[in-house]
Each structure stands twice: as structure tokens, then as C-alpha cells.
């Protein structure tokens, strides 16, 4: 967890250490050692996020499903996306690869690589536990100590 604050620290990101007794109050739950939160973060459910997206931009964008970008590059006053099927011309493009964006030469050295891990379960309850109602918990290592992983909490 320490290494993961000394890399908020570098990218200016705002935290805060948790001890086990404010990670109880927040999550109801005595199961966490310590905790990073993160105010200001949100966790998403992709699928959902980028379908909602679609659905609200239907008609203003054209949309090109199973088509990975294999290149780019700045054209004119836009981009020039090529796939497997042709290539796409666009004043603007997304770059939406999570971490890899390295590997396209963007943001070399300012980026770090976040695994995270969710369960699915059924629907929950709040009465069933105390604690705060507006946070989300995700573990801020893949590797596990003690068996007990260190949560974010946002």
C-alpha cells in the first residue's frame, strides 16, 4: 500500500491513510488492516459506461464495433485510424486502452498500472451493515498479505 501512496505522491494525486479504526467506520467492517482513500474517484462498470455512451451519441457518431485500431496518425487537421477492414478518418479519437497508452507512445513514464478485482454478487442490503453508504472498496494489490487485502476506498 505504501508503494501505491509514493506513486499517488508523484502524480500529485490526493489521499489519504486510513487506520483500521476509520476503515470500520466507513465500511461497518473490522476485516481491513489499513485503507488509501481516494476522494474524488468513481468505479465504473465499463460495459455499461460505454453502452450508455453509444446509446447517447446514436446519430451524431458513427460506430464501428469489432474493429481494433491496428495504427494512427495525425492527418490534416484530424486522425487516420487504420483496422483490419479499411481506415477511418476523424477530427478527434479516443484513445481508450486503459494503461497501454505507452505503448503508443503517449504519457511515457506518467502512468501506473492498477489491477483491480469485483466480485458479483446478489444485491445487498445496507441494514446489514454499518458504515457509510458512499464508498466502494477495490484492493490496491493483486497480491494478497496475510489474506487480507489493502482496499481503496473512494
Do not use: C
Given at each position: 500500500?505504501?508503494?501505491?501512496?509514493?506513486?499517488?505522491?508523484q502524480?500529485?494525486e490526493?489521499?489519504?491513510?486510513?487506520?483500521?479504526?476509520?476503515?470500520?467506520?466507513?465500511?461497518?467492517?473490522?476485516?481491513?488492516?489499513?485503507?488509501?482513500?481516494?476522494?474524488?474517484?468513481?468505479?465504473?462498470?465499463?460495459?455499461?459506461?460505454?453502452?450508455?455512451?453509444a446509446?447517447?451519441?446514436?446519430?451524431?457518431?458513427?460506430?464501428y464495433?469489432?474493429?481494433p485500431?491496428?495504427?494512427?496518425?495525425?492527418?490534416g487537421?484530424g486522425?487516420?485510424?487504420?483496422?483490419p477492414?479499411?481506415?477511418?478518418a476523424a477530427?478527434?479519437?479516443?484513445?481508450?486502452n486503459?494503461?497501454y497508452?505507452?505503448?503508443?507512445?503517449?504519457?511515457?513514464?506518467?502512468l501506473?498500472?492498477?489491477y483491480?478485482?469485483?466480485?458479483?454478487t446478489?444485491?445487498?442490503s445496507?441494514?446489514r451493515l454499518?458504515?457509510?453508504?458512499?464508498w466502494?472498496?477495490?484492493?490496491?494489490?493483486p497480491?494478497?498479505?496475510r489474506?487480507?487485502r489493502?482496499?481503496?476506498?473512494?
Open positions: 500500500m505504501l508503494d501505491y501512496a509514493k506513486q499517488l505522491d502524480l500529485g490526493a489521499y489519504r491513510l486510513l487506520d483500521h479504526a476509520e476503515i470500520a467506520e466507513v465500511t461497518g467492517s473490522q476485516a481491513f488492516s489499513s485503507a488509501i482513500f481516494m476522494p474524488g474517484t468513481a468505479i465504473v462498470q465499463p460495459a455499461a459506461y460505454i453502452r450508455g455512451l446509446d447517447a451519441l446514436a446519430g451524431k457518431v458513427t460506430l464495433e469489432q474493429s485500431a491496428m495504427s494512427f496518425e495525425p492527418k487537421n486522425w487516420r485510424v487504420e483496422t477492414g479499411g481506415s477511418v477530427g478527434r479519437i479516443v484513445l481508450a486503459n494503461g497508452a505507452e505503448r503508443f507512445g503517449f504519457f511515457r513514464g506518467r501506473m498500472h492498477v483491480t478485482y469485483a466480485s458479483m446478489e444485491s445487498f445496507p441494514n454499518g458504515g457509510l453508504r458512499d466502494a472498496a477495490t484492493p490496491s494489490s497480491v494478497e498479505r489474506g487480507i489493502t482496499p481503496l476506498l473512494g
